[in-house]
Each structure stands twice: as C-alpha cells, then as structure tokens.
C-alpha cells in the first residue's frame, strides 16, 4: 500500500462551516421544505394519518437518529460520519459495507431531486418533455449543481442558507392566506379504503430520515463538537415547523375530497385554489430552489463520505484527491464526479420506486449505526463524548426500540422487487470490499496510509480500539477540556 502525505491531500477550505450553514445544510439533507411530503396525504386517506404522523414521528424516528448524530459526530469529528462510528464498533468490513450501501442510498436520493424539478415545472403549465429531452434536462441540471458543489462546502452552506428562506417564505403567506378557509374539522378526515400502508410509510420514512448524513460533513465544521450538537436540535425544529405548519393550512383550506390530488407538485395547485396564480407561481419557484438545496446537500454528504472513506484507507486515495484536475476549492473532486454520475445514470426510475429502494438501503444501514451506538456505550463508556445524550445504557437502548421498529415496518412493506434490488447491492458491496483489499494488497492503486497525527483513522483491515480511533481523529486539534458538555 503506497503511503500520501498530508501535502498531497485536496488542499483544506479556507473556511469552515459555522452554526446557520450548517443548519440549513442538515434541513436540505432531510427536508428542504414540504415539497415531497403531498403523496402522504393521498397515501393516508385524507389529512389525519399524515398530522399525526409527523406529530408522533418526529420524536420516535427523527429525534433518536438526531440525537445519536449528535453524539457520535461530536465524539468522532471526521467526515468519514458513521462509517467511523461503524469501524470503532465492529471493525472496516462492516463499516465499508454500510458506507457502500447508504452512499448508494444517497445516490438514489439525489436522483430524485432532478426530476422533482421537473415534475414541478409540468405542473406549472409546461408541456411535457420527450424522454430524450427530459434526459438532456436531468443531465444538464445535474451539471450545473455539480459545479456549485466543486467550487467548495462554504459557498454551498451558504448558498442553502438563502434557498432556505426563499423556499419557505411562500408557505408564509400561504399559511396567512388560508388561516380564515380552514376548517379545523377538516384534519380529522381519513378515508380507511384509500389508505395506502406501503405508500404512507415510505413517504413518512423519506420525508424524516438522513439526520445522520450531516455526521459526514463534520470534518469541515469549526468547532464540531460545539457546533454539530446546536446545528442538529435547531435543524429539528425547523423540519418538523416546515412540514406541519403548510401541511396543516393546506388540508385545513381545502376540502376533504381533494385528498387523492396531493401527488407530488400538488402543493403549486394549493397556492393556486388559496390565493391565485402568483401564489402557485412563487411555490413552484420556491420548490425548483429546494430542489437545488436538497441536491447540494446529499452530494455534499455522499462526497465528503468518500473522501473520509478514502482517508480512512478504505477505498482508493483518489477519492480524497483528483490526480488530473486538483479541486482548489477544498473538495474531493473524484467523489463529486463519482456521486454525480450515479445520479444521472438512476433518474430514469419512478418516483416512488426510488423511495422505495432508497428507503430500504437506508434502513439497513442504519440498524447497523443505531447497534454501533449501543456497543459503543457498552465497550467504552468513558470515551469523551463532548456532547452525551443524557440517558443511560439502558436508557438509550429504550430510545433506539421505536426507530428500529420503524425501520422493520418499512423494510417488511417493501416489495419482493426491492428486496432483491437491494440483496443486490448488499452482495455488491461484500464483492467491492474484498476487491478493493486485493487492490490495496496488490499495490495496484495508492491507498492513503492513515497516520495517527492526522485527522484520518486506522484504516487497515484489522478491528480498531475507540480509543485509537478517537486519539488519531483529535491528535491535531486544539486541547478543549474547558468546553464541557453541551446539554
């Protein structure tokens, strides 16, 4: 295995993410706005089913996956996120497996966002497109925020601090148009035969999960173990305030009969019925900008995922460097290429197939980082953990029940199809793992050799202690011991 220095590395940011960018990024990485979440009231039969769900969701999902993201990213500040958590648990080969299976989940995820743009811009009045065209469109979409994200994570956290209030700001006045149309009735309405089980849960699952895709942009944050905890709590609360709050003006304006309209784009169509053309025009607007969060951020996670693979000495060193044309803007230029393509080659599926497929990767995925935890509590209690869920062993072990429970729901939902597709890619990256340690073995490609004094990890394929984990991720950062604890 050939050894890259430090030197050789991307050259880091000049600067780091601070609090409100990271804010916005972690809101694009799980939300972007209520744009998407339209299909989980024609999925739950009218208005009830989805109110409640992201009234009782947020604290049994959202909150527990927020919570260990925010332990676990401040105790392992690397953008490696939990493939780190994952090898300090149960060592490089699970952890490999679950950064190839939830890189490919993000993929998909991103795959979505081009063409909800799209679908947003059909529902406004354009004519469809020719699917050669519409290929074009993906393409060239996919291109142009590719670029954003190549020219570095500070521009792109603030560009989604912008995106961020303009997406909003629609929902604004359409909440303040509908407040005298609502009928408070209206939120009780659920129709049993048309309750979509399969459809409901993904879309719930889709619109609340990837808390713990920010833990791989913690590399790149001033002051992780301050910064990560505040961005985490203050992105839940905004999340859940940008899905109920337009969730309940919308169902509460419009009668109980439209429930089979909310598809996706639907919301355009309420801005429309509640205060006129400009309305609809501002939302679909505001929905086409989401859709350029939500993309820069999942890209910005699965690259950055990459690249702290790579630093780990997981995958090749190429990945956390490009040899032909080096980034200058801090970015692991390779990984974004690799992302994009991905992308472009996926968008041709369905919506919902994606959800789909996307949901279950990401489920499995995260059994495994949500077991991590669990062991970590138990193998090394002391592990300074800069921020620590105020619960004990056993309390955190009652806390991870419920979002488990979920993931198996999802997972039991799933189609024969999506079992099979995602046994695929399970057995892909078992196949990948032992490729790449033959490679590394073999010397075919260069490996970055991980060095205790720098921020990477032991990457060589035997088990790793916490503690040496940790010590190789801090050795280079300022002493701390006077920040205590952030409660």
């Not at 406004?124 to 393409?139: D, F, I, K």
């Not at 196949?431 to 073999?442: C, I, L, P, S």
């Amino acid at each position: 295995m050939t050894g890259a220095t430090a030197d050789e590395r991307a050259p880091a940011p000049a600067r780091r993410l601070t609090v409100l960018p990271l804010v916005a990024l972690i809101f694009y990485d799980v939300s972007g706005g209520p744009f998407g979440i339209e299909d989980s009231v024609r999925a739950g039969g009218g208005a009830l089913l989805p109110i409640l769900g992201f009234l009782i969701l947020p604290v049994l999902w959202s909150l527990p996956e927020a919570l260990v993201t925010a332990e676990l990213a401040s105790a392992f500040p690397t953008n490696a996120g939990y493939v780190a958590w994952v090898s300090a648990a149960f060592g490089p080969a699970a952890a490999f497996l679950v950064g190839f299976t939830k890189w490919a989940s993000g993929t998909l995820d991103n795959a979505l966002y081009p063409v909800l743009f799209l679908d947003y811009l059909r529902s406004g009045g354009l004519a469809p497109l020719s699917p050669p065209l519409r290929s074009l469109a993906v393409v060239a979409l996919t291109a142009a925020l590719t670029y954003l994200n190549y020219r570095g994570l500070h521009l792109v956290g603030l560009s989604a601090l912008a995106l961020t209030a303009f997406s909003l700001s629609p929902f604004v006045a359409l909440t303040a148009l509908a407040v005298p149309k609502i009928r408070p009735s209206r939120w009780l309405a659920v129709d049993a035969r048309a309750v979509d089980p399969r459809g409901f849960f993904n879309s719930m699952f889709w619109n609340l999960n990837y808390w713990d895709k920010a833990s791989t942009l913690a590399g790149e944050v001033e002051e992780p173990r301050r910064t990560f905890p505040k961005a985490v709590f203050g992105a839940v609360a905004l999340v859940v305030g940008a899905y109920l709050v337009p969730l309940l003006a919308g169902t509460g304006a419009l009668p109980p009969e439209s429930a089979a309209e909310w598809t996706d784009g639907f919301f355009s169509e309420v801005g429309q019925r509640i205060g006129g053309p400009w309305l609809r025009v501002w939302i679909q607007a505001a929905a086409a900008m989401s859709n350029m969060g939500l993309f820069e951020a999942e890209m910005s996670s699965d690259s950055f995922q990459l690249l702290g693979m790579a630093e780990m000495g997981m995958i090749p060193a190429i990945f956390a460097q490009m040899l032909i044309i080096l980034s200058t803007h801090g970015t692991p230029t390779f990984s974004i290429l690799c992302s994009a393509t991905g992308v472009v080659v996926l968008s041709f599926m369905s919506f919902q197939e994606i959800i789909e497929f996307l949901n279950f990767l990401y489920g499995l995925g995260m059994l495994v980082v949500f077991a991590a935890f669990l062991k970590l509590r138990v193998k090394d209690p002391d592990l300074p953990r800069p921020y620590r869920i105020p619960v004990g062993t056993a309390g955190a072990a009652v806390m991870c029940v419920p979002p488990v429970a979920l993931i198996t729901i999802v997972m039991c939902l799933a189609s024969a199809r999506t079992v099979v597709v995602s046994a695929a890619v399970a057995v892909a990256g078992v196949a990948f793992y032992y490729g790449v340690e033959h490679a590394k073995r073999r010397e075919w490609v260069e490996f970055l050799a991980p060095v205790p004094q720098t921020d990477s990890l032991q990457g060589s394929t035997e088990a790793v202690d916490v503690e040496d984990v940790r010590a190789g991720l801090l050795a280079e950062e300022p002493a701390d011991e006077d920040l205590g604890k952030v409660e």
